[in-house]
């Protein structure tokens, strides 16, 4: 305690005697012990408890607070940025806190968070974020590695897809709870860190985003998404992982439940979509190769029974585009696709599949060159090998996943 308190007076000398640290603390002269002199917009730190004393704004990451260093004992975040504060320097130590945003009212005392007073007088770095993973780590996308090797030289058609980068090794495209799409390439480097690419932001708009190879006849993978108007947008793909600016596909498909980019279920060599629509009709709109569709052809209805859809590519050898989908009761199914559009009988998966976590499908991701399935399960994402006869081998852990609302990957 002797340490603490020889701080505070070194922080009120300093406030008195250096004219320079005025642009470092925004100190009131008659500072009352108020939230809202903290600026709407703002994440505001202060010296004392309940909004006490001086008062500084945290408007980027600091890894060093310098004379503020074990002073802070209250904050509010009237901010859009998610924080994390930190007992020792460079946002580490043994005990943090989350400071969630907009935080306009409520418990902000570090005496009254942690254990023993680990917190109050104790945080020596705060790191900022655009969302609580950021805020936690340091950088906003997931950790996704692949394989250390690529998939095998000449798949076929049916198989080339979840591959944005055109390497040979499977991606995923993650939107973050910001809105950003990050791609990320499935490599890591020496140190086993990853690299998320920005695409870019504002994809918090769309309320669909799915891909499944190449669409509009460039042999490089596309996304499709759906804003909230009902639109259908396809965004043909660089082939370097990026996406060229969008093409309008047509309007009305607010109609869907769900859509699914599910490769060619038609036999005609061009990649198709599925579409659930709010009544439970499976529909197959057929990929006109450039990026368009044909006439919708219905597959079947009840599929509302399914709480889950995902296009896993040919998951039983047979040269066609499968689906697979969840049930209520948590058993996967695999649909396998007869070449015309529809499904034949369908197969039980092994395992059980928790309904509130997602199933995700992006072709190979272990470098054997037969589709695999993803999935969740309290904040880990594993890997379920295909065989490549319609079944799945045990999970392998992957990548700590990151459960925010709005967090979407494909
Ligand atoms: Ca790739
Ligand atoms: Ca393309
Ligand atoms: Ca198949
Ligand atoms: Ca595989």
Redesign the pocket.
Known sequence: MKRTTGLRRALAAAVTTAASLATLLTAAPTASADASRCPQGSFCVFQYAQFGGQMKIISSSQSTLGVWDNTISSYINRSDKWAVAHTDAGYSGNSSIQIDPRQEYGNDDLGWHGYEGELDNKISSIRLGSTSWEADYGYGWMDWTSMDHP?PAGLPAVSRFGDMNNDGIADLLERADDGKLWLLNGRHDAEWRTKGLLIGGGWNAMTQLVRHGDHNGDGTEDVYARDRSGVLWLYPGTGRGGLKPRLKVGGGWNSMREIEAAGDLTGDGRRDLLARDTAGVLWTYPGTGRGGFGARKKVGGGWNAMNALAAPGDMNGDGRSDLVARDGSRTLWLYPGNGRGTFGSRVRMPYAWPSNEPVLAT??????????LMRTIQGQLY?Y??T?RGGVSGPEANMGWDNAPRVLVF
Request: aromatic share 0%.
């Open positions: 998939r072709g190979d991701v272990t470098g054997d060159g037969r589709p695999d890997v090998p295909g490549g």
